[in-house]
């Protein structure tokens, strides 16, 4: 079992950086693959980036290469998500979650935190 808190979400302009944090609890979080997801309203949620147990292995969808990264720290438990040269379609709110392999699915994760919202202004 895997519980999940993101944070870091708010108000940037457009051409701003955030980055958000996803703290998970328990013991065998180094040995969970990561990924990030966002949702607008009216909208599934869309993949945005993951990362393998080891870190050896990222992907990233195409709308957010080059301007996105995710790293995770093991010893912290924690997942992040550095978001640069942000765009106002960038806004939606975004969810970490996780599970033992990397899926583009999000019907596919097993564990979901509660979300934190994003918003680009223009």
């Known amino acids: 079992q895997v519980q999940l808190v993101e944070s870091g979400g708010g108000l940037v302009q457009a051409g701003g950086s955030l980055r958000l944090s996803c703290a998970a609890s328990?013991?065998?979080?180094?040995?969970?693959?990561m990924c990030w997801f966002h949702q607008v309203p009216g909208k599934d949620r869309e993949f945005v980036a993951a990362i393998s147990w080891s870190s050896g292995r990222t992907y990233y969808a195409d709308s957010v290469k080059g301007r996105f990264t995710i790293s995770r720290d093991n010893a912290k438990n924690t997942v992040y998500l550095q978001m640069n040269s942000l765009k106002p379609e960038d806004t939606a709110v975004y969810y970490c979650?996780?599970?033992?392999?990397?899926?583009?699915?999000?019907?596919?994760?097993?564990?979901w935190g509660q979300g934190t919202q994003v918003t680009v202004s223009s």
């Open positions: 328990g013991r065998t979080f180094s040995t969970y693959a």
């Open positions: 979650a996780a599970d033992w392999s990397i899926s583009f699915a999000s019907r596919l994760w097993a564990y």
